[in-house]
């Protein structure tokens, strides 16, 4: 089986072909057969992933972070959803955000263990969330954001433009943050319980969401939903630590549901919103969210 591979070189990186040569070196001394194709930025994996998709590849890697990986199955599902039943994606971790390989322990930091996994790992049915607004379908592996998270994402980006990656975009983006909006007013019905109430994130995870939603199952055929309201200083910091053990949901500020149904947002203020740590351009409310059980073929270890 021939691969597709789609190379993501990751941004503000010096020297980044470095690693991709190393990946190369491997996939060669193995004797895999692939062709190779580079992200141009942009969003370039969409366009990528679907032509590969056209010309009859069976497996597509994809060498990025989580957004690339994001954008190739957006690509393919844009396309046909049912595409997916004849391909097989897998992932060599090359970004700033690795949170779905990492639910899988496909070592970020050791490309070569990456290549051996797709090599000698079996094949798992994966669900798919999908984020329905309008005509619109957007398809997510990790997770969904609505409040903080995203706007966190969103000043980073904005800070990366201006200043690179470099300790004046870090010192930049937290300025900005001291100075932003903490909670909305946040609308949404899940399992039949309306939620109306001013909130400052609410994340819909198909996996773990970055620790947001530790408990979730990218293979049971539903969704989980954590709500953290606005906390006193002390609290936060409290949450932080809990969020980093793993232990988010015990706090007091913090509200988990799980949920099959679909997820339905009528109401999210100014808050920006974002897919596997990528931030949609323009959203327009009523949106809701679901999950396809076990309909994407993915290579785990």
């Known amino acids: 089986m021939r691969w597709g591979i789609i190379y ?18 491997h996939l060669n001394e193995c004797g895999i057969e692939y062709d190779f194709v580079q992200s141009e930025g942009g969003g370039s994996e969409e366009r990528l992933a679907a032509m590969l998709a056209k010309n009859g590849y069976e497996r597509i890697v994809i060498v ?15 396309i046909d959803p049912k595409l997916c039943d004849s391909l ?41 969330g999908m984020l329905r607004m309008g005509d619109e379908t957007r398809y997510f592996l990790n997770c969904l954001n609505i409040g903080l998270v995203a706007d966190i994402v969103n000043i980073r980006r904005k800070a990366y433009r ?11 983006s937290i300025f900005m943050l001291l100075f ?10 899940v399992n039949h319980e309306l939620i109306d109430k001013k909130l400052m994130n ?6 773990q969401s970055y620790g947001l939603t530790p408990n979730a199952v990218p293979y049971n055929g539903m969704l989980d939903v954590t709500t953290i309201s606005h906390p006193v200083i002390s609290q936060l ?13 015990t706090h007091r500020n913090v ?8 997820i339905r947002f009528e109401e999210i203020g100014r808050s920006c919103v974002s897919i596997d740590g990528q931030v949609l351009p323009h959203v327009s409310v009523p949106f809701e969210a679901s999950v396809r059980q076990e309909c994407l073929n993915f290579i785990i270890p």
Request: glycine share 10%.
């Open 8 to 25: 993501s070189p990751k941004s503000g990186v010096i020297r980044t072909h470095k690693r991709w040569e190393k990946i190369r070196r």
């Open 64 to 78: 990025g972070g989580d957004g690339a990986l994001n954008r190739a199955i957006n690509g393919v599902f844009s």
């Open 88 to 128: 097989t994606f897998g992932i060599i971790p090359n970004g700033h955000g690795n949170d779905y390989a990492k639910y899988w322990e496909i070592d970020e930091d050791d490309p070569v263990a990456a290549v051996d996994v797709l090599i000698r790992g079996r094949i798992r049915k994966v669900d798919v």
């Open 162 to 172: 201006f200043w690179g990656l470099s300790s004046l975009s870090h010192l930049s």
């Open 180 to 189: 932003h909006r903490m909670t909305n007013r946040i609308r949404f019905t």
């Open 202 to 207: 609410v994340c819909v995870g198909n996996a």
């Open 237 to 249: 910091l409290a949450g932080m630590h809990l969020l980093i053990t793993g232990k988010l949901l």
């Open 255 to 262: 509200q988990p549901y799980r949920s099959r149904q679909r």
